[in-house]
Nanobody, 125 residues
Framework: QVQLVESGGGLVQPGGSLRLSCATS????????IGWFRQAPGKEREGVSC????????YYADSVKGRFTISRDNAKNTVYLQMNSLKPEDTAVYYC??????????????????WGQGTQVTVSS
């Protein structure tokens, strides 16, 4: 049974940092592309970052480039999203998702088959 569980969200002041974790089980992480997505109230879900299973490549949305870093530890079955210099507009529920297959990742939510339950990130003073 494929499972993804996010953790690490919370309330942080603007300019602060958080590290999100996506703990996976039920599949070989090294055979899956993993993406981080977020959804703010009243907005569509958007891709934030992803890590590929094929070549280790990573991608970022323009809005987070230079501030967020995605990484994976296949031995621990966990993917991380380090978020620095957080802004109020980063406030959202953050989800991780898995895309089966040895392939390059993409930032389109419709390409991912398995999703976690989400973790709330609130950036506010």
């Amino acid at each position: 049974q494929v499972q993804l569980v996010e953790s690490g969200g919370g309330l942080v002041q603007p300019g602060g940092s958080l590290r999100l974790s996506c703990a996976t089980s039920g599949f070989r992480l090294d055979y899956y592309a993993i993406g981080w997505f977020r959804q703010a109230p009243g907005k569509e879900r958007e891709g934030v970052s992803c890590t590929s299973s094929s070549d280790g490549s990573t991608y970022y949305a323009d809005s987070v480039k230079g501030r967020f870093t995605i990484s994976r530890d296949n031995a621990k079955n966990t993917v991380y999203l380090q978020m620095n210099s957080l802004k109020p507009e980063d406030t959202a529920v953050y989800y991780c998702a898995a895309r089966p297959g040895f392939r390059t990742c993409v930032l389109w939510p419709e390409e991912y088959d398995f999703w976690g339950q989400g973790t709330q990130v609130t950036v506010s003073s």
